[in-house]
């Protein structure tokens, strides 16, 4: 079955760049049946969808974020990573990674998910 | 941005007991609404994707019914490893957004 991992610092400085990997296995990042997502939820608040990315690199962002993100995939490693550009105290979060399943008539859906990393925002 | 509303935020139940959860969106989404399972420490769990759905590996008494802008989880009987925090989510348009959460207490 396929399984995600979230890799990345635990901490960033604010200012600087948020940049977490997602790591696939039992499945490929190549499946063109699939996108890949990334979602967070600061402390004590709910699930936010940052964006997700294809298999051919195409992308569909949160228009919050989407100034400062860049989601990309890397068929050859079997991942996908993110980065947040200008970060603050405000990304202090945990962030999931997730694979999107489709369907017509159907919509989108997040399954399964990564365990999630905390990422805090620090000087 | 659709806004997601769950219904309770939060509920007190005894195991056995039948469960109710809404979700309410701030405009029609056809039936492109799912459910998730959130434990702490844990990936969160699909449950019900497309409003009725239930995903393979997802125990039976998990239930979802709904349509346009009104959707309900149900759990037949509630179990002791099911008392934790239950999440909507819809994806008839991006930005795809996430209800505020139900925690199911003892």
């Known amino acids: 079955q396929v399984q995600l991992q979230e890799s990345g610092p635990g901490l960033v400085k604010p200012s600087e760049t948020l940049s977490l990997t997602c790591s696939v296995s039992?499945?490929?990042?190549?499946?063109?049946?699939?996108?890949w997502s990334w979602i967070r939820q600061p402390p004590g608040k709910g699930l936010e969808w940052i964006g997700y990315v294809s298999y051919i690199g195409s992308t569909e962002y949160n228009p919050s974020l989407k100034s400062r993100l860049t989601i990309s995939v890397d068929t050859s490693k079997n991942h996908f990573s993110l980065r947040l550009n200008s970060v603050t105290a405000a990304d202090t979060a945990v962030y999931y990674c997730a694979r999107v399943g489709r369907g017509y008539n159907y919509g989108f859906w997040f399954d399964p998910w990564g365990q999630g990393t905390l990422v805090s925002v620090s000087s | 941005d659709i806004q997601m509303t769950q219904s309770p935020s939060s509920l007190s139940a005894s195991v056995g007991d039948r469960v109710t959860i809404t979700c309410r969106a701030s405009q029609s989404i056809s039936n492109f609404l799912n459910w998730y399972q959130a434990k702490p420490g844990r990936a969160p769990k699909l449950l019900v994707y497309a409003a009725s759905i239930v995903q393979s590996d997802v125990p039976s008494r998990f239930s979802g019914s709904g349509y346009g802008t009104e959707f309900t989880l149900t759990i037949s009987s509630l179990q002791p490893e099911d008392f934790t925090t239950y999440y909507c989510q819809q994806s008839d348009s991006s930005p795809w957004t996430f209800g505020q959460g139900t925690k199911v207490e003892v």
């Open positions: 039992g499945g490929s990042v190549s499946s063109g049946s699939y996108y």
